[in-house]
């Protein structure tokens, strides 16, 4: 057999067993997780105590609207965030993928007092709890102050750190037409809207309503089972 035959017959066989699978595979996967669902793994601790560093949450990317695989534009749409979604963004500043909660949509008014946050004239009520069971997870101050916040959305938990310097005032905002305001559970370590300003309703993927995997990272990345597939909140 000549050399230029075995070459066809290589590349034949490379074809068959592993291009055009893996091609098929690709044609399937890709434009599911681009429009229908995907993962996102957090890095950081700016939505803890609610989402932990080395979650993979889920991204439902039919949460709101059908979009063309691969792009921002909308086939469909049935619905818009709503306050306290859990939602993954792309940042205004950088482009870069987020995880953080709707605080406030198109029409509303938010405003910050002291970390108590105020939705159209009405202050959050919060439940302090006590920080011994998220003691563990806490890395980044030795005393967080951590409580559940009441509001027009369902409760959900809060984190903050008296001991270091935050941004926990700003004045009354009214959200233009076509944004939204984001921020971080842990109020006193995220960056979010209160630093990058409101978020276009187009860069918004998807909600996150729950944890697929998790690994803890400050423990060589041993598997939390108790957090996989677990609800983001209560």
């Given at each position: 057999m000549?050399?230029?035959?075995?070459?066809k017959r290589s590349l034949h066989y490379l074809w068959r067993e592993w291009i055009k699978p893996l091609a098929v595979i690709a044609g399937i996967v890709l434009p599911?997780?681009?429009?229908?669902?995907?993962?996102?793994?957090?890095?950081t601790g700016s939505m803890k105590p609610t989402i932990l560093e080395g979650d993979l949450v889920l991204v439902n990317k039919l949460a709101y609207d059908l979009k063309v695989p691969f792009t921002l534009w909308r086939l469909a749409a049935w619905g818009d965030p709503v306050p306290g979604d859990v939602v993954v963004l792309f940042s205004?500043?950088?482009?870069?993928?987020?995880v953080k909660r709707l605080i406030a949509g198109p029409g509303d008014t938010v405003e910050l007092r002291n970390n108590t946050l105020f939705l159209n004239?009405?202050?959050?009520?919060?439940?302090?709890?006590?920080p011994g069971p998220f003691a563990r997870e806490t890395y980044e101050d030795p005393n967080p102050i951590i409580a559940q916040e009441h509001g027009p959305s369902s409760p959900h938990l809060v984190m903050s750190f008296p001991s270091r310097s935050a941004l926990r005032d700003f004045p009354a905002t009214?959200?233009?037409?076509?944004?939204?305001?984001?921020?971080?559970?842990?109020?006193?370590?995220?960056?979010d809207s209160r630093y990058f300003g409101f978020v276009d309703?187009?860069?918004?993927?998807?909600?996150?309503?729950?944890?697929?995997?998790?690994?803890?990272?400050?423990?060589?990345?041993?598997?939390?089972?108790?957090?996989c597939l677990s609800r983001l909140d209560p």
């Amino acid at each position: 057999m000549s050399n230029q035959n075995r070459l066809k017959r290589s590349l034949h066989y490379l074809w068959r067993e592993w291009i055009k699978p893996l091609a098929v595979i690709a044609g399937i996967v890709l434009p599911f997780k681009s429009a229908i669902a995907d993962w996102n793994w957090v890095p950081t601790g700016s939505m803890k105590p609610t989402i932990l560093e080395g979650d993979l949450v889920l991204v439902n990317k039919l949460a709101y609207d059908l979009k063309v695989p691969f792009t921002l534009w909308r086939l469909a749409a049935w619905g818009d965030p709503v306050p306290g979604d859990v939602v993954v963004l792309f940042s205004p500043h950088d482009g870069q993928r987020l995880v953080k909660r709707l605080i406030a949509g198109p029409g509303d008014t938010v405003e910050l007092r002291n970390n108590t946050l105020f939705l159209n004239t009405q202050p959050m009520d919060y439940d302090r709890l006590d920080p011994g069971p998220f003691a563990r997870e806490t890395y980044e101050d030795p005393n967080p102050i951590i409580a559940q916040e009441h509001g027009p959305s369902s409760p959900h938990l809060v984190m903050s750190f008296p001991s270091r310097s935050a941004l926990r005032d700003f004045p009354a905002t009214t959200v233009p037409e076509g944004k939204y305001f984001v921020m971080g559970d842990s109020r006193d370590n995220s960056f979010d809207s209160r630093y990058f300003g409101f978020v276009d309703r187009s860069a918004i993927v998807g909600r996150s309503q729950r944890v697929l995997l998790s690994f803890d990272k400050h423990h060589h990345y041993v598997p939390r089972f108790s957090r996989c597939l677990s609800r983001l909140d209560p």
